[in-house]
């Protein structure tokens, strides 16, 4: 059972476009979503992240969505650029002991210049 | 100064064999996790520790022994090593519960021949 779903699998976004990528739940108690951004060779490392309580969070050109009523959320990577080419991971978790970030399955992006 | 190292960053090694990875985190975390990185990407967690004690233990082989001698440090032991253990595996840490805010290490590339 797939507990969080990430779609696109891949993604090819020309330079200075809009990257979207989504995801969907299905845990109710889930209270904290990230994203991953992971390049070649390296581990994950946290881009941005969001509670249930707010619908939107803006980082620089990186901005989470959420849309509790439809259990989805996605990032927005705004301006995109070549060196936002890696793969990333919409992950969520219940932020209680016990318990650790589950993860999408990842989307690989190309930014193309 | 790397905040989540791990040792080695590749491993070769023969099926049968038994070899362990190394797990360092100076960020001053209460919690650490082992996760698996398939070679679809997939990121599925295999453990985790609070200081020093096991809080996650998902479904994974016996073969597998995660061993936390003090807060900072999670090493993970694998015995008679199979075909299928060949992965990357990820070290993270994170101040609170439930993988909020995890850093990962850099990874260590696993391949059984």
């Known amino acids: 059972q797939q507990q969080v779903k990430q779609s696109p699998q891949s993604l090819i976004v020309q330079k200075g476009g809009i990257s979207i990528i989504n995801c969907a739940y299905e845990n109710t108690a889930f209270d904290y979503f990230p994203w991953y951004q992971q390049f070649p060779g390296k581990g994950p490392a946290l881009l941005i992240a969001?509670?249930?309580?707010?619908s939107e969070k803006k980082e620089g050109r990186f901005t989470i969505s959420f849309n509790k009523s439809a259990k989805q959320f996605s990032l927005h990577i705004m301006d995109s650029q070549p060196g936002d080419s890696a793969t990333y991971f919409c992950a969520a978790s219940r932020g209680q002991a016990g318990t650790a970030l589950i993860f999408g399955k990842g989307t690989t992006l190309s930014v193309s210049s | 100064d790397t905040a989540v190292s791990q040792t080695p960053k590749y491993l070769v090694t023969q099926m049968g064999n038994d070899k362990s990875i190394k797990c360092e985190q100076n960020l001053g975390h209460d919690t650490m996790y082992w996760y698996k990185q398939d070679s679809k990407k997939f990121l599925k967690i295999m453990f985790s520790y609070n200081n020093k004690e096991l809080i996650i233990n998902e479904t994974v082989p016996n073969r597998f022994s995660p061993k936390s001698p003090d807060k900072a440090h999670l090493n993970l032991h694998i015995n008679s090593l199979e075909l299928g253990d060949s992965a990357v595996y990820f070290c993270?840490?994170?101040?609170?519960?439930?993988?909020?805010?995890?850093?990962f290490g850099q990874g260590t590339r696993l391949t059984v021949v």
């Open positions: 993270a840490s994170s101040q609170e519960a439930g993988g909020t805010e995890a850093f």
């Open positions: 969001i509670r249930p309580d707010v």
